[in-house]
């Protein structure tokens, strides 16, 4: 039976809420293998075995010969010698061996089997979308043992004719890039390689001169778990329409149709999977639409003007303006799911026995709720695609999500460093339910993430669409999350960073004196200055330091704990045996560098030109060790030295950017 309109609801209908990091993932979005091998049994009967090489064809004219090992074969256009070939961990090479693979007809998609390769099963999934014009491979990664497995992914490109001309497309506001426009001198190539806000980046090297282009991704893919790369390939006729195509392509494009299995597990781009797993949602056209238990489906006019719902938090009323779709959920004693226009799910019992419909006829007819299935609104005009969360949002164990006020009073909870008053400002989200977490997570705004026990047996709450007038207290047992910021930050390539072996990330700066035993005396190092700090020897406390200008110590700490002073605020405690490892890309230089750095910055304001240049002439030459120093003191400056800070900067990242073999710059006297 064709549906006028379907919105899967683990698809678009939620797509804004994750894209804007509302079900952030703590590390990876990662899914149990076993999982994703079980998904998508309803598409099995569209799916048969096709002898390989085969053939796709897109509506801009290119042919995609698909070869044995998922790359793209040559054809007349002359576009790929080998476009795609896969590489994983010390460029073990996926090469399956198989006459034939499996194709979905209704994804128009080719299923290659599993290879072990690095330690991992892979295998690859690979689609044309003819009617937009690319090609999508899926590089689907298991990890079958109890360990995690860091590796590298490794897709090369072997062009028809050589690089002429390329244009990166990065990511708004970083200096990641997501994808690259390649000009042949025949043909445009868009390669995108992640999305905005993936957790893995892609490094795309393309060889000028000559006809080879590489795209690597690090990924880490934890125990038992499943993680997925996705990438694209456009062939235009020039390299602007090349261009347009990748400003233009949308995640959701990007990752429509893919099974909910697999979407859950792509790491390149924000997780399109929901916590509501495959259920759909009905919408009409033209016309509001209810779909029988027996799969009759009657289209007309929805006659409530109201829908109340009794749930386990009291009474829900809500106006069907607000109403986008309704589901039936259990099969002996079903209750009924609302989802609203802003995205909430509200579980319960309707109280109306029946939902009355008037038919185009013009007839109103009455259908008991106890033999929908499910029915949904006509769509509106403008009517966005995507939901928009402006509010915090409570998500139950049952599947309710409620948008609620934020909580104003600060909220306790109880680390291995101590009990905290957290300020929910500086919370991004509770994680109360998640796989293997035994306990309690908080991810607070900067990025970190803690182990945590909250400590209440209710959260105290006022929901937005209910029309509470007074908080209602919802217990800890009924609720899998609460969502406190549209989006938590992943820490940036400048944030400092610390990770322990429990797999609490901390972002922040390390504080206080850190005393190192080391084989001859006690040595006192300022936090501020240490540039790298990582596990080292047989001892739960022995360490290797290196200081901000590369100085290495090795050593045991004194003491129990290190002071850490989070970026969002809190100062934690840190047991000093669960430490792995820290990295401050900025650390600070000590006082009396310090002191010195002042005053050459003092001198670049000099109305002196001879002496300001001197003094920028000086701080270049310190290098890029004081970068950290420079950045302390650049925001109390006026803006002309800003703007020479600026161009000294620059020159330090030009130079860590240089090969390794380059001789360091000389150390001046007093450093």
């Excluded at 509302?22 to 979005?29: C, D, E, G, K, S």
């Excluded at 949002?393 to 008053?421: C, F, H, K, S």
């Excluded at 072996?501 to 700066?509: E, K, N, P």
């Amino acid at each position: 039976m064709q549906l006028s309109h379907r919105t899967v609801l683990c698809g678009r209908a939620l797509r804004s809420f994750i894209g804007a990091g509302m079900l952030l993932a703590t590390a990876l979005a990662v899914i149990p293998a076993r999982i994703l091998n079980a998904a998508e049994p309803a598409s099995t009967e569209n799916t048969r075995q096709v002898p390989v090489p085969y053939s796709f064809h897109d509506s801009f004219g290119m042919r995609w010969n698909v070869q044995a090992d998922g790359c793209i074969g040559p054809d007349a256009t002359d576009v790929f010698d080998a476009g795609g070939r896969l590489f994983v961990g010390q460029n073990e090479q996926y090469a399956p061996n198989a006459q034939t693979v499996s194709y979905d007809e209704a994804r128009n998609e080719l299923i290659f089997p599993a290879v072990p390769l690095a330690g991992l099963n892979v295998s690859r999934r690979i689609s044309v979308d003819a009617k937009l014009g690319f090609c999508r491979w899926v590089e689907i990664l298991e990890n079958t043992s109890g360990a995690p497995i860091k590796t590298q992914v490794h897709v090369n490109f072997a062009l028809g004719r050589a690089v002429q001309t390329t244009q990166g497309v990065p990511e708004d506001n970083s200096q990641k890039t997501l994808g690259m426009a390649i000009f042949d001198g025949n043909h445009g190539l868009a390669m995108l390689g992640g999305g905005r806000g993936g957790a893995v980046a892609p490094n795309i090297v393309p060889q000028q001169g000559n006809d080879q282009v590489d795209l690597t991704w690090d990924v880490e893919v934890p125990a038992h778990k499943t993680a997925a790369i996705v990438h694209l390939q456009a062939v235009r006729p020039n390299a602007n329409d090349a261009q347009t195509f990748l400003e233009k392509i949308t995640d959701r494009q990007a990752l429509h149709d893919l099974p909910n299995a697999v979407a859950k597990a792509v790491v390149n781009f924000i997780s399109h999977a929901s916590a509501f797993g495959d259920l759909e949602l009905l919408r009409g056209d033209l016309q509001d639409i209810i779909e029988l238990r027996g799969g009759d489906q009657y289209k007309g006019t929805i006659q409530e003007k109201t829908l109340s719902l009794q749930t386990s938090y009291g009474l829900v009323t809500l106006p069907v303006e607000k109403v986008l779709s309704m589901a039936s959920i259990g099969e002996f004693h079903p209750t009924q799911l609302l989802i609203t226009r802003d995205g909430e799910a509200f579980g319960g019992a309707l109280q109306s026995p029946v939902i009355h419909i008037q038919l185009s006829s013009g007839q109103v007819t009455s259908i008991p709720v106890a033999s929908i299935r499910r029915f949904g609104f006509r769509k509106q005009v403008n009517e966005p695609e995507e939901f928009k969360y402006e509010h915090p949002m409570l998500l139950l164990r049952n599947g309710d999500r409620i948008a609620v006020e934020m909580p104003t009073a600060a909220i306790a909870v109880a680390t291995r460093y101590g009990n905290l008053q957290l300020q929910p400002q500086s919370i991004g989200a509770l994680v109360f339910q998640a796989e293997d977490q035994p306990v309690h997570q908080v991810l607070l705004t900067d990025g970190s993430r803690i182990a945590a026990l909250v400590g209440t047996d209710a959260l105290e709450l006022r929901p937005l669409s209910t029309g509470a007038s007074a908080a209602v207290s919802f217990p800890i047992a009924g609720v899998s999350r609460l969502q406190l910021t549209q989006k938590i930050d992943e820490p940036g390539e400048l944030t400092p960073v610390l990770l322990l072996s429990t797999g609490d990330r901390l972002a922040g700066v390390l504080g206080g004196k850190l005393m190192l035993e080391t084989a001859f005396d006690t040595i006192a190092v300022d936090g501020a200055e240490v540039r790298a700090l990582h596990h080292a020897g047989t001892a739960p406390t022995e360490v290797q330091i290196t200081l901000w200008d590369d100085t290495t110590l090795s050593g045991r700490l004194k003491g129990d704990v290190i002071d850490m002073a989070l970026k969002s605020g809190p100062l934690l405690h840190v047991p000093a045996a669960l430490i792995d490892e820290y990295s401050q890309p900025l650390p600070l230089p000590p006082p009396s560098v310090l002191e010195k750095l002042r005053g050459l910055v003092s001198d670049l304001a000099s109305d002196d030109w001879k002496r300001a240049d001197r003094a920028s002439s000086e701080l270049a030459t310190l290098g890029p060790r004081i970068t950290g120093g420079l950045r302390a003191l650049r925001p109390q400056q006026a803006k002309p030295v800003q703007e020479r800070i600026d161009a000294i900067l620059a020159k330090f990242e030009h130079k860590s950017d240089a090969p390794t073999t380059a001789p360091a710059p000389p150390t001046p006297p007093g450093f």
